[in-house]
C-alpha cells in the first residue's frame, strides 16, 4: 500500500524560536495585531508499507530517527493512503 | 477576536525541493520504501481581528506579502478562533 505522511515538526513551548519572533516583528511593522508566532517544519512523506500499522511505525521510525530533534522540538502527524494530492 | 492561523507553505510541484530529496535519501537510507519527499514551513500566528472577514484579509496579506514566495511557493492556511492550543 502507498500511504502520505503529513509530519509536522514544531519547536516545544518552552524553546525559543528566533524565526518565529522575526517573523513576528515583520508582520506587525505590516499593521498586523500579531502576538505570537511559532514557526515549524512540514515534511509531507509518500512511502510503501504492508498495512496501517506498519506505516504507523514507519512515520514513528521517521519523526524520531531523523525529522525532529527530541530534546527540542515535537512533531505530530496524519496518515493518508493513497497518492498525495 | 483571537485568531490562531496555521499557514503551510509549499514549493510548488513544479519547483525542485533539494532538502526533500536530502530527506528522501536519508530515509532510505534507514530502510524505509519513501518514493517522495516534500519539504515546506508550517506557521503558526496568534493575532488579534475585528471578524472572521478581516481575519482571512490579514492571513492573505501575511502569505502573499511576507510568508511565501508567489513564484515558486503555494499556501494554505487553517483559521480558528481562540487561543492555540
Do not use: C, H, W
Request: charge should be negative; avoid cysteine; charged fraction near 25%.
Amino acid at each position: 500500500m502507498i500511504y502520505v505522511a503529513t509530519i509536522r515538526v514544531l519547536p516545544k513551548a518552552e524553546v525559543r524560536d528566533p524565526q518565529g519572533e522575526a517573523i513576528r516583528g515583520a508582520l506587525r511593522s505590516l499593521g498586523l495585531a500579531v502576538s505570537d508566532v511559532r514557526t515549524g517544519k512540514e515534511i509531507v512523506v509518500t512511502f510503501e508499507a504492508a498495512d496501517e500499522p506498519a506505516a504507523r511505525d514507519a512515520v514513528g521510525i521517521m519523526g524520531t530517527e531523523l525529522l525532529a530533534n527530541p530534546v527540542i522540538e515535537d512533531y505530530a502527524y496524519e496518515l493518508k493512503e493513497g497518492a498525495p494530492a
